[in-house]
């Protein structure tokens, strides 16, 4: 049996559609999996099980990179294919069952829209496929001792990403508070030190994790924290998934749609983050944590 999944691009859209791949891996047994996703959120998928082939869909103009894609599928009979780009490529393949998403209705969070597509009778959390090997790595990234605090700094545009002095501000604050005794991970993606290099200066007392490029050594990292808060970006979303305490800190993206799931989102006045205070951040986290 072979079963294609069309995924998103971005981390963060990838792990909220895991959920449903992992009901697909459990209802068909059987079953082999090729996963088309964007080059960002492939490492995601490399350790699915039955997994017959990660094609990665790197975009190209005019959208020719559907004609690349459809290149690489035409010849399979598959079985099912979940298309969640709303792409022309299940109409264009030989297909026993398909399922393409349709638009997203106002207030519907995102995996709760996917949930739809398949008429499950509740939404199918994030799940990411970790192995003992990227549990291994993940070890010595985060080494056993007091509880850590993961702070994601960064963010994909600058208007989602909060400035790093009160980043710094809000972490003093919790450290003399809730998470009294705990270290701290400053995360990030490689390549992303110069940007969080302000913080890192202000919290001489973390330790940094910004050169790691496996998302799933990164997954697993983040499992063996104790509680996370970052800015609206894939990280939120992959700390969510490992069901840590989860604290995303939102601006102009609509959390009733794209907030991390399973964790808590606060929201700056305005969609402006410069308007979301110290103040606000922690008492948040506080809520969370209670």
Same mark, same amino acid.
């Not at 499992?223 to 939102?250: E, K």
């Given at each position: 049996?072979?079963?294609?999944?069309?995924?998103?691009?971005?981390?963060?859209?990838?792990?909220?559609?895991?959920?449903?791949?992992?009901?697909?891996?459990?209802?068909?047994?059987?079953?082999?999996?090729?996963?088309?996703?964007?080059?960002?959120?492939?490492?995601?998928?490399?350790? &699915?099980?039955?997994?017959?082939?990660?094609?990665?869909?790197?975009?190209?103009?005019?959208?020719?990179?559907?004609?690349?894609?459809?290149?690489?599928?035409?010849?399979?009979?598959?079985?099912?294919?979940?298309?969640?780009?709303?792409?022309?490529?299940?109409?264009?393949?030989?297909?026993?069952?398909?399922?393409?998403?349709?638009?997203?209705?106002?207030?519907?969070?995102? &995996?709760?829209?996917?949930?739809?597509?398949?008429?499950?009778?509740?939404?199918?959390?994030?799940?990411?496929?970790?192995?003992?090997?990227?549990?291994?790595?993940?070890?010595?990234?985060?080494?056993?001792?007091?509880? &850590?605090?993961?702070?994601?700094?960064?963010?994909?545009?600058?208007?989602?990403?909060?400035?790093?002095?009160?980043?710094?501000?809000?972490?003093?604050?919790?450290?003399?508070?809730?998470?009294?005794?705990?270290?701290?991970?400053?995360?990030?993606?490689?390549?992303?030190?110069?940007?969080?290099?302000?913080?890192?200066?202000?919290?001489?007392?973390?330790?940094?994790?910004?050169?790691?490029?496996?998302?799933?050594?990164?997954?697993?990292?983040?499992?063996?924290?104790?509680?996370?808060?970052?800015?609206?970006?894939?990280?939120?979303?992959?700390?969510?998934?490992?069901?840590?305490?989860?604290?995303?800190?939102?601006?102009?993206?609509?959390?009733?749609?794209?907030?991390?799931?399973?964790?808590?989102? &606060?929201?700056?006045?305005?969609?402006?983050?410069?308007?979301?205070?110290?103040?606000?951040?922690?008492?948040?986290?506080?809520?969370?944590?209670?």
């Amino acid at each position: 049996m072979n079963i294609l999944f069309i995924t998103h691009t971005r981390i963060g859209d990838a792990v909220m559609s895991s959920g449903l791949l992992r009901h697909l891996v459990d209802t068909y047994p059987d079953a082999r999996f090729t996963i088309a996703c964007g080059p960002l959120a492939a490492p995601l998928f490399a350790t &699915v099980p039955r997994l017959a082939r990660i094609i990665v869909v790197k975009k190209q103009r005019f959208d020719m990179h559907w004609l690349s894609l459809w290149t690489q599928v035409r010849g399979t009979q598959w079985d099912v294919v979940v298309d969640l780009r709303r792409s022309l490529i299940s109409y264009l393949i030989p297909v026993r069952k398909r399922y393409v998403v349709g638009p997203i209705a106002p207030g519907v969070h995102h &995996v709760a829209h996917l949930t739809h597509l398949l008429a499950l009778p509740q939404p199918a959390p994030p799940y990411i496929y970790v192995d003992a090997k990227h549990r291994a790595a993940a070890a010595l990234l985060v080494p056993d001792g007091p509880p &850590v605090l993961a702070v994601a700094p960064i963010a994909a545009t600058q208007r989602k990403t909060w400035p790093p002095e009160r980043f710094a501000a809000l972490v003093e604050r919790l450290l003399a508070g809730p998470c009294h005794g705990w270290r701290v991970a400053l995360i990030g993606g490689p390549g992303d030190e110069a940007q969080a290099a302000p913080l890192v200066a202000a919290l001489p007392q973390a330790f940094g994790i910004f050169s790691e490029p496996d998302l799933l050594t990164v997954h697993a990292a983040l499992a063996r924290c104790g509680a996370f808060i970052g800015n609206d970006s894939g990280l939120a979303h992959l700390a969510a998934s490992t069901g840590i305490t989860t604290l995303a800190l939102f601006g102009p993206t609509d959390p009733a749609r794209y907030g991390p799931w399973g964790g808590a989102v &606060v929201q700056a006045a305005g969609e402006d983050m410069a308007k979301l205070t110290v103040d606000q951040a922690a008492t948040a986290f506080g809520h969370v944590m209670a």
